[in-house]
């Protein structure tokens, strides 16, 4: 059976060849008689596993020696609350609020202290990231909280070096790492629940910088503590060994495909088609968002008629396009394109646009 086009903002598309290779070695890992996820995880099978698939993610994303990267559970909606009990360190944090996942990892981290908005975009509708100027921000925080990609408005920050840097940078990074190079140096914390561009759910990743280990809350329950995971290698107890074998397939895929400066290239193109789309449809289609932070990995966009949603919807289903219904706060549609989506699925979502257009114009 062919495979449709899958436009999920996550879980989401896993490209083709990562799990044909899963389902070989489904079975039998490497003629070890059992699957991956029947192994011990302190055992050796699994000890190469893990390790392989931390080396090739430093390889890809060039983590300096002085980070550690943790492979931990709860997803990124966890992360709202492990940064604060472990960074916060009795002192405030700086929040930017960008969209719905950053207001989100706002919130949750006033529970456990002192947590300051440096801005909102929230009146203009999350349309855009804003410049350092407009942020009120606290010398003295210990950290500052972002997210570079939000995954239901698709705004994306691509300036990194026009971030703040006077405290630790930290990056909700769930739904665009490793979808092109990105200065890790830059950052005290990145964390990226896995289900978007990584692998399936239930791993999220964690790459934190040493020097801010080691100051977590008291209140802080072992299991989040990084500095205990660090030490303990993601083992504490039993991590996601499937999940955390899957991503590694992904990091191979795509070292294979010539690591993230190469899927830069493809994402480009890809996003350039889909908004020209858009953009080219004489107001068909719409998308609101700040050209300079257009996501490449979310594209949400409305029809000029939102009472031909359905009819796109089930349309769509017909050319094989599916998971395009946009997040309900915003409505009308959107196509996440990740690493995984081939340009040839971009292709046929552009070609199935502009005949419904046409047809509906
Ligand atoms: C999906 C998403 C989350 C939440 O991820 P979970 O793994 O479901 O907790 C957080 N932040 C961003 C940017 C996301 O895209």
Redesign the pocket.
Known sequence: MERIHNFS??PAVLPREVLEQASDELMNWHGCGMSVMEMSHRGKEFTTILEAAEADLRDLMKIPANYKVLFLQ?????QFAQVPLNLMAGRSADYLVTGD?SK??YKEAQRYGDARLVASTEAEGFTRFPAQAEMDLDPDAAYLHV?T???IRGVEAFDEVALPASVPLVA????HILSRPMDVSRYGLIYA?A??NVGP?GV?LVIVREDLLGHASVHTPTLLDYAIQAEHVSMLNTPPTFAIYMAGLVFKWLLDKGGVAAMERINVEKARRLYDAIDGSGGFYRNPVAMANRSRMNVPFTLHDPRLDEAFIAEARGHGIVQIKGHKSVGGMRASIYNAMPVEGVQALVDFMADFGQRHG
């Open positions: 903002a996550g709860g997803g990124a909606t966890l996942w989100k990892a997210c990609n939000e995954t909700d990074m769930s739904s629940g289900q978007k759910a999220c």
